[in-house]
């Protein structure tokens, strides 16, 4: 084997073992439940509420050295749709189903490289509260970080929010909830959620729950320089002694 041949091979067993990849995850919402307690028993009317519209704005961008995409989406009503953006097999989604509440955000990267995503998806559901009703909504925010690499730092967070009046207007919330998405943990969980509204007017009263997903996701060049392991580390050995044992051939076969 020659000196430049053997020198190649070192280089490229070690730059096999160092090869990085980030992996995949995922969170969102599940199982979203709603329960009435009346705050007037002995007026005679019954307490209750009602689903009167339901839609979705659906956001995701990816940038990696091969190009830019992304996808905007709005959704009315409930059914499965989901807003992607896919270059060179790394991919970043957001999605709702037909399962009132059901939301997902997925990101998978096999590769890493130079990559900037965002994505954020909202799903709005606007009810009618009874008067002298008061509104319990329960349900999961779930995490998937099993399959992700906990050494790619990534912002992602899950908020519910509850808001009166109807779509379209601001006003401050009522109850709120921010659950931020540990991605150093590298584990699956689910984790219970409660929200309450309370209407002790004697009017019928117009609230919406937001429901957001968010991630953020940034890996520069310089981030991704993998730190060397005790297997790069042995190979390096092994191709240095290859070159070394090629040069004293060369050496030995040329004449005095």
């Known amino acids: 084997m020659k000196l430049h041949q053997a020198t190649a091979?070192?280089?490229?067993?070690?730059s096999l073992t160092g090869?990085?990849?980030?992996?995949?995850?995922?969170?969102?919402?599940?199982?979203?439940?709603?329960h009435v307690v009346d705050l007037t028993p002995d007026d005679g009317a019954a307490a209750g509420f009602a689903v009167t519209d339901t839609w979705s704005d659906l956001n995701a961008g990816l940038t990696r050295p091969e190009g830019y995409r992304s996808y905007e989406t709005e959704v009315l009503g409930l059914r499965d749709f989901t807003a992607g953006a896919t270059i060179r097999g790394a991919h970043a989604g957001v999605g709702v189903s037909s399962v009132l509440g059901d939301t997902t955000l997925t990101y998978s990267e096999p590769v890493s490289a130079y990559t900037f995503a965002w994505v954020r998806g909202l799903q709005e559901i606007t009810l009618t509260v009874k008067a002298n009703s008061q509104l319990?909504?329960?349900g999961n925010t779930f995490?998937?970080?099993s399959g992700w690499n906990p050494a790619y730092e990534f912002e992602g967070r899950v908020s519910l929010t509850l808001r009166p009046g109807p779509s379209g207007t601001w006003t401050d919330p009522v109850s709120e909830l921010v659950r931020p998405v540990d991605y150093a943990s590298g584990t699956d969980a689910v984790q219970s959620f409660q929200l309450t509204y309370a209407n002790s007017t004697a009017q019928d009263a117009t609230i919406r729950l937001q429901i957001r997903d968010?991630?953020?996701?940034?890996?520069d060049?310089?981030?991704l320089a993998p730190v060397p392991?005790?297997?790069?580390?042995?190979?390096?050995g092994a191709g240095l002694l290859v070159v070394g044992a090629a040069a004293r051939r060369r050496r030995a076969g040329q004449p005095a």
């Open 143 to 145: 995490t998937q970080l």
């Open 19 to 34: 090869a990085a990849h980030a992996g995949n995850f995922a969170f969102g919402t599940s199982n979203l439940g709603f």
């Open 9 to 14: 091979l070192a280089a490229i067993l070690c």
């Open 229 to 236: 392991e005790p297997a790069t580390y042995a190979l390096l």
């Open 136 to 138: 319990v909504i329960d």
């Open 214 to 219: 968010y991630l953020y996701y940034s890996a």
């Open 221 to 223: 060049r310089a981030a």
